[in-house]
Structure formats: C-alpha cells, structure tokens
C-alpha cells in the first residue's frame, strides 16, 4: 500500500477521517476484493495516487474486511453503498462522489481539483 492511503479498519479510524475533513479534503475507496470491477477501479486509484495531491487524505475501506466500517461510510453520508466507490468528503459531508467505471484516475484529479479550488 502507498505511503499516503491509510486503510480504516474501525469506526473510531472512520470517526476521525471524518472529523479530519473539517481541515482538508479526505477521500474514501470503498473496494472489494472480489470484484473485478472494483479490481480495475482501485488500479486506477492507485495511478491516481502516484501523482496525488499531497493536501488530502487518502483512505481505503475493504468491504470484506471493514463491513461495518462500509455501512457507516453509507448511513453517515447519506449514500447507497456501492463497490467500488470513490466519495469527497469536506466539512464531513460527502462533495463528490463516484462508483464504477466512473472512477478514473482522471475523474479522481478533475474532482479534487475541483472541491480545492
């Protein structure tokens, strides 16, 4: 894993990359292991990341092994759960948001340039 994405594996890891977005832009990957989509998303992601804005947070939940911290993401952000899923958060509320195919590594850099400017 890169050096500038953190994996949130708990609630209280989620609580504070939401609290972290009242200070700066923080992004959230919600991949799964098992779907070649999301396989294929998360490779962009990380092209993403080789060049990334280093003023935001990078964050990484695996549904597999983050389920709850998934469905927090969900209800907390008033979003349907989907994988993969790339969501902007500022302020703790969701900005942006992307699933799918849509989830490039250009759509990534046009969407963070976007809340940032």
């Known amino acids: 894993m890169r050096d500038n994405l953190k994996e ?3 609630l209280e ?3 504070s990359a939401l609290e972290e977005s009242s200070n ?4 959230l990957f919600k991949h799964s ?3 070649p989509i999301s396989a294929r998303a998360f490779n962009e992601f990380q092209s993403y990341l080789s060049e990334a804005d280093s003023s ?3 964050n990484l939940i695996t549904v597999q092994t983050a389920r709850n911290v ?3 993401v969900a209800a907390r952000l008033n979003l ?3 994988s993969p899923q790339a969501i902007l958060v500022r302020n703790g509320r969701k900005v942006w948001d992307a699933s799918h195919f849509a989830i490039t590594a250009a759509a990534l850099a046009q969407a ?3 809340i940032s400017d």
């Open 8 to 10: 949130l594996r708990t």
């Open 13 to 15: 890891e989620l609580r």
């Open 24 to 27: 700066r832009t923080v992004l």
């Open 33 to 35: 292991l098992t779907c």
């Open 56 to 58: 935001v947070s990078y």
């Open 70 to 72: 998934s469905n927090e």
């Open 80 to 82: 349907t759960h989907q």
């Open 112 to 114: 963070v340039e976007s």
